[in-house]
């Protein structure tokens, strides 16, 4: 279940099966100049960046994964086959069951085959990194960037602790400054590559940026960009032992309040005394956390999460991004929503699957939950 099936490159669509990968579909993409934008975590397949509606460091030019999918094939509980559409580009051909089982985790229905979007390669592409004093100063950078409309292709926010970790971990080529860093992603024409670069770096400037380097080749651009793909990779190379675990959740909340929820978290975070870093794509308000604890310290790093999540829905956002909800954030789904909406949810969910086979009390609790086993809000 991992295979290309067609690729209609004239139409920019290809039909692929869920167990392929993502960097595997680009590199047979890259053959014909095109690529498919949603990049998660190295090793994701496209079922699971359909079940929990993924995004990554393209999202802020290229959206999410609901805006690549047009068609699933889904085996429905009872062993019904339904496909949600045909290849057209737009439909309003009635209900969009796609986007219905994007997100839903394997609780609706279980994807055998997507018909997904795709498009052509940028000419050209270049990295810049700038590095600020403190997480706020990068995080107001990033909100005027937005604000000013510059078509940068990705911004990815790294705090000083998660720039140590890389540093720690020997992982790249290179030893980058420990601050709060900002790393770039730009596509387009050459000429419109350096416009863009010129325009961040003038604003880098003025909101206290300490640093500004900018790639003047490819091998450049990989060099830069590889320390945001470590991220992960080196705070799990920081456990001291088998018995260290490590967590990563994400938040979101409206461009404006990012500089306030990152600033507080931070603080949080550090406060707690658990080794814990912020990486973020922080062009639509995303962050995530990467905290490494162990079972001592495990009621530590569920508080820590529990008030950036409660941060993030008082400040008008969502519990998750892109991660997900699984079993850790169902609960706060109606704080979130409200308990009407998630009722909503849990109707779609006894009308698609009744005897709750699939994933069951995931995303949505079938079943009431025992006694103290939800945290108070």
Known sequence: MDKILALHKDDLDVIVQPGLGWELLNEELAKEGLFFPPDP?????????????????????????????????VVMADGTIIKTRQRPRKSSAGYDLTRLFIGSEG?????TEATLKVTVK??????????????????ACVASVVGEGIPIAAVELLDDVQMQCI????????VWKKAPTLFFKFGGTPSG???????VRKLAKTKGGQSFEFARNEDEAQELWSARKEALWS??????????????????????????????????????????????????GNFHAIILFNDVERKKAEDVVHRMVKRAVDM???????????????DYLARELGESTVDAMRKLKQAFDPLCLLNCDKVIRMQRPKRKEVKPW
């Open 41 to 73: 975590g190295p090793g994701a397949k496209i079922g699971g960046m359909v079940g929990t509606g993924c995004s990554g460091t393209n999202a802020y030019r290229y959206g999410t994964m609901k805006e690549w999918v047009l068609s699933l094939t």
């Open 107 to 111: 609780t609706l229905g279980l994807v």
């Open 122 to 139: 940028p000419q050209s592409e270049s990295v810049a990194v700038a590095s600020f004093a403190t997480i706020r100063d990068a995080a």
């Open 167 to 174: 540093n720690d971990s020997g992982s790249t080529s290179r």
């Open 193 to 199: 590559v350096k416009e863009q670069i010129g325009m």
């Open 235 to 284: 705070v799990m190379a920081k456990r001291r032992n088998e018995r260290d675990h490590v967590w990563t959740t994400d938040v979101a909340v409206p461009i404006s309040r990012l500089p306030d929820i990152i600033e507080e978290t931070k603080e949080d975070m550090t406060q707690s005394g658990l080794l814990a870093s912020m990486v973020g794509h922080v062009g639509d």
């Open 316 to 330: 008008e956002g969502t519990v998750t991004g892109e991660h997900g909800v699984g079993l850790v954030k169902r």
